[in-house]
Structures are given as C-alpha cells and as structure tokens.
C-alpha cells in the first residue's frame, strides 16, 4: 500500500505543479488581456477623434464646394458679360473698318479730282504764260516797228 501513497503523493505533486504553472499561465493571459484591452480603448478613443474630424474635413469640404460652385455660377455671368462685351468690341471693329474703307475710297476719288484740278491749274497757267510771252512779244514788236519807221 505504500506504493500506492508514493503514487498518490507524485500525482498530487504533479498536479500541484501543474496547477502552479496553470495560474502563472493564467495570470500572464490576464495581463496580456488587460494590455489588449487599454489599447483597443485608446484605438476607440482615437478612432472617434479620427471620425470627428473627419466629419468636420467633410463638412468643410461640403462648405468649400458651394462656395466654389456659387463662384464659378457668378463668373458664368461675367463670361457671358465678357462675350457679349467681346461681340460689341467686334461690330465696332466692324463699323471703324467700314468707315476706314470709306474714307480711303472717297479720298482715292478726292485725290483723282485734286490731281485732275492741279493739271487745269497747270494747262490754264501755261496758257497765262504763252499769253504773257504773245503780249509781251507783241509789245516788243511794235516798240521795235515805231523805232524803226521813227515813230
């Protein structure tokens, strides 16, 4: 019977040993829980910072949109103003080419005219002349004629 309270004695021993090793195994998961479970606190904590400020970038984003979408309808209008600005400037151009036209037409026609009027002048002085040469001529002829027959 000995042998079987030598036995029994190993088991218990075994089993003491066992259990010893079992809360040390315990303890040391119960810690690596606790740690787990502080940081899974503090990745909630940040994960809802993260959100709130994601919410307000959004938010801000949404702010930003209209405002650029109520600016680029405002610089619709001052396009269309600026075509429209543009068309006028163009028919002005239009009108100043016209009239530019006009002018030097009307001046080639003038010019024409001047030109013909400066060859009258030149033809009726060359005239004037050939009569002043004729009277002069004359003159000389008959002051020369009472000279000569003593007059």
């Not at 088991?11 to 090793?21: D, G, P």
């Not at 060859?119 to 009569?131: M, T």
């Amino acid at each position: 019977m000995e042998l079987v309270y030598i036995s029994a004695l190993i088991v218990a021993i075994a089993i003491a040993v066992l259990v010893i090793y079992l809360i040390k195994t315990l303890k040391a998961a119960t810690q690596t829980m606790e740690k787990v479970s502080t940081t899974m606190e503090r990745m909630e904590k940040q994960v809802e910072g993260i959100t709130s400020e994601s919410e307000q970038l959004i938010q801000k984003t949404n702010v930003i949109a209209d405002d650029v979408q109520h600016k680029t309808e405002s610089l619709n209008g001052l396009f269309t103003s600026l075509k429209d600005v543009g068309d006028s400037l163009e028919n002005v151009n239009y009108s100043f080419k016209d009239m530019s036209d006009s002018i030097s037409r009307h001046s080639r026609e003038q010019s024409e005219q001047v030109a013909q009027a400066v060859q009258w002048g030149n033809a009726a002085i060359d005239l004037y002349a050939k009569w002043q040469d004729r009277k002069r001529k004359k003159e000389v002829n008959q002051n020369e004629n009472s000279y000569t027959t003593g007059g």
